[in-house]
């Protein structure tokens, strides 16, 4: 049984009455209970981003993964980005898993990718210094600072391999 179904059944046969309490101060308990303990805004979502170019630059494509804290996927995407640098592509493939977050209502997101100046850069350990990457820094951190909770971690490319295999198939298809 889900919590949600597990709060309407008490919600269905608990009443102000039966608690001897006034009736707004009981739905107003409900209410407060409904947001706190059934928002899944505020569930962390894992996501797995990668990035890549064939030739630096090159022909570019991006994988991000969304899923749950058991590892089944809730969303996948890849797309074709043009030619770009191996960094500008991993940045792109974050600010695509910014936005789909949004789009998805997902509001917590444990971050990972394969990239360490990406992960270094975004978590203030490592300087922006390259112009072109400026850009796409700043946007990522807006999107960042409109989440409740972010967090992101440098992964090995062996833990990375299905948003691996998503940028690679995106290159593959080139926008077809």
């Not at 309490?21 to 209410?31: G, L, N, S, T, V």
């Not at 994988?63 to 191996?86: K, P, R, W």
């Not at 990718?113 to 820094?137: A, C, M, T």
């Amino acid at each position: 049984m889900t919590d949600a179904a597990v709060f309407q059944l008490i919600v269905d046969k608990v009443t102000a009455q039966h608690l001897g309490i006034d009736e707004a101060d009981w739905q107003r308990f409900c209410a407060r209970v409904k947001k706190e303990w059934l928002d899944t805004s505020t569930t962390v979502v894992r996501v797995h981003i990668d990035g890549g170019s064939k030739g630096n630059p090159g022909p570019a494509g991006i994988g991000v993964v969304f899923s749950d804290a058991d590892g089944a996927v809730l969303h996948e995407h890849y797309e074709y980005i043009g030619e770009q640098t191996n960094n500008a592509a991993e940045y792109h493939a974050l600010l695509k898993a910014l936005n789909l977050a949004e789009e998805l209502g997902y509001h917590a997101l444990s971050l990972h990718s394969d990239s360490e100046l990406l992960v270094g850069q975004i978590s203030g350990d490592y300087q922006v210094k390259n112009e072109r990457l400026l850009p796409l820094y700043f946007r990522a951190e807006e999107a960042i600072r409109r989440l409740r909770s972010f967090s992101i971690r440098a992964i090995p490319r062996a833990e990375n391999k299905r948003a691996d295999r998503l940028a690679n198939l995106a290159i593959s298809r080139q926008g077809r």
